[in-house]
């Protein structure tokens, strides 16, 4: 087999194997298939065909197949001097049209006549309107989307075919240009087929660190096939800094396995909860509903619903205990003795479910504290020190106290020298009736967003 292509490519010069091969086949020239092939660069090829009894009459039609073609290409109407051109001297002037190959096909008493011709690029260009590239394009592009979701369903990728043909039904709904095999009434069975035996199922759970696998499959007569490059949509819910509860998302795709490994984007999300995994199909079911109308669509809707699964979690500090001490300068940069920033802060992981409590530091160096938290018999597992300062302090025209501050944190595991973990340089500002408020508000927000750092890291 590899010396027959050879041999055809070898006397196929810039033909095609694959056009060689399909004339071989059919019985067609080549040029049937690729009319652009050997014309020229400033040529655009495009081929016609007439069939009939009579042999005379198959030329005639193809000529008006030759006319039709050009018309839908251009997007407007040709004439009938047009038709006497080209039936006669085998040419469009208008377009620099020529008739540059026939082929006639004789069987079961009936003449098929085959014609390629060739255009002029640039005056079909120019004649060709807005509206026809438009649709010129839209046709391509659907049936790129065909093309493409026909090939997915043969490898394995049922997601991508269903993604697909879902865009296609909606960008060809109304369009009667396009192909009807192509529109909703041929593709929603064909979509529905591929979604009914899809599942998602959560494997390998770990509750504690809110991680799992999660597999798509496709069931089959047999067994179960994975369905790869499938969007899986993970929604859950996450805590602010402030401690608002808010609905969260992000979109994994399965490998060539059908698997994906779930672990948490955002390091925010809740401590217990629950993470749905479904089909991410959102946008295309959106766009059909726009096209065709949700009635029409619930069915398909409901059915991508019904595939949503959960998985619960619980999850653990992976750290052990947690002191948490934090060092408050004033504006000179002196240690005051106010603890409200440590108490509020450890609220905060106890609130989470920390096993977590206060270590009121009397140094105002994070290592000296550190020093001092080893030698005091204290037998938490680690130790977090939030050292926060007023940077500068004024009245507004306004009459309020306005307070910017800056912080650094520094996680510190028993037993260790360096820090495990250090963040940058934190700042905030803040605004009050008294300067005092405006302080303790500043220091805050500085406590919200060390909470929210160092949670990332003492999961």
């Known amino acids: 087999m590899a010396s027959l292509i050879l041999v055809l490519v070898l006397f196929s010069g810039c033909r095609s194997v694959g056009a060689v091969l399909k004339s071989n086949v059919s019985g067609l020239p080549y040029w049937y298939y690729e009319p652009d092939m050997n014309i020229g660069k400033d040529k655009v090829g495009m081929t016609a065909e007439g069939s009939s009894t009579s042999q005379r009459q198959a030329e005639l039609l193809a000529y008006n197949n030759v006319i039709e073609k050009l018309a839908e290409r251009t997007g407007s109407e040709l004439s009938q001097e047009a038709y006497r051109e080209l039936s006669v001297l085998g040419t469009i002037t208008e377009y620099g049209l020529n008739i540059e190959d026939r082929f006639v096909m004789t069987q079961d008493g009936r003449f098929t006549v085959f014609l390629r011709v060739s255009m002029d690029r640039n005056l079909i260009e120019l004649a060709t309107t807005d509206e026809s590239r438009r649709r010129e394009a839209l046709i391509k592009e659907v049936d790129s989307l065909i093309q493409s979701g026909d090939e997915y369903v043969k490898s394995g990728h049922e997601f991508n075919a269903a993604s697909n043909y879902i865009k ?46 999660v597999s798509v499959s496709r069931r089959t007569t047999f067994a179960s096939s994975v369905v790869a490059s499938a969007q899986v949509n993970a929604r ?21 396995e059908g698997q994906l490994v779930f672990n948490p984007m955002n390091d925010a999300i809740v401590r217990k909860g629950s993470v749905l995994f479904g089909l991410d199909l959102d946008d295309e079911l959106d766009q059909l509903e726009s096209a065709v109308g949700k009635d029409k669509v619930r069915e398909l809707r409901e059915l991508v619903d019904s595939k949503v699964v959960a998985f619960e979690y619980d999850k653990q500090y992976s750290m052990g205990s947690l002191a948490v001490a934090v060092i408050e300068h004033d504006e000179l940069g002196y240690v005051t003795d106010s603890n409200a920033i440590t108490d509020y802060m450890t609220s905060k992981f106890i609130k989470d479910r920390a096993d977590a409590a206060v270590y009121y530091a009397e140094f105002d160096d994070e290592e000296d504290v550190y020093y001092e938290f080893s030698h005091s018999g204290r037998t938490e597992d680690c130790l977090l020190v939030l050292r926060i300062g007023i940077t500068e302090s004024f009245p507004s025209r306004n009459g309020v106290e306005v307070v910017g501050a800056e912080g650094i944190a520094f996680l510190f595991r028993t037993g260790t020298e360096e820090p495990v973990y250090k963040s940058d340089v934190i700042y905030s500002s803040a605004f009050a009736q008294t300067h005092g408020e405006a302080v303790q508000s500043a220091f805050r927000i500085l406590a919200d967003t060390a909470y929210t750092l160092v949670k990332a890291v003492y999961v």
């Open 236 to 256: 859950y819910r996450a805590e602010d800094s402030r401690g608002d509860i808010y609905e969260d998302y992000f979109v994994y795709v399965t490998g060539e």
């Open 168 to 213: 296609a039904m909606a960008l060809a709904e109304g369009r009667d240009y396009i192909s009807d095999e192509y529109k909703f009434d041929e593709l929603y069975p064909v979509v529905i087929g591929l979604l009914q035996n899809m599942y998602i199922s959560v494997i390998n759970p770990h509750p504690e660190k809110a991680s799992c696998i």
